[in-house]
């Protein structure tokens, strides 16, 4: 059974930047998918960031060239970095995985990749942890 727990969330004003961490139990061998989504109060989760078995990453299209999904080599933490934030990234963030299917993604005309993940697709979540970007 996978189990993630979230954390690095805190306050920051525009500009500045911030690093999630999540902390992976359970995998076995074969392919994945982690990601984070977020959810801004009163509103659904939002796909964030996706990264895959060969390290193939997709952003949402609010957070490319901003966010930087990675993760480490045994597998068992996933980062995002965070740059540049402004007030909307405000939203409690949650880290997620699943086993099996391949990251849902679509590439772009300038060759990356936009996540086009739904919460539906995992089973597994974190408590989240939150990020308030002030003005």
Known sequence: QLLVAESGGGSVQSGGSLTLSCRI??????TFCMAWFRQHPGKEHEAVASIDTYDGTSYADSVKGRFTISQDAAKVRLYL???SLTPEDTAMYYCTANMGPSCRRTR???GS???L????DFDTWGQGTQ???SS
Do not use: A
């Open 25 to 30: 139990s359970g995998f076995t061998r074969g």
């Open 81 to 83: 970095q965070m740059n």
């Open 108 to 110: 772009t005309g300038d």
């Open 113 to 115: 990749y936009t996540f």
């Open 117 to 120: 993940g739904k919460p539906t």
């Open 131 to 133: 990020v308030t970007v």
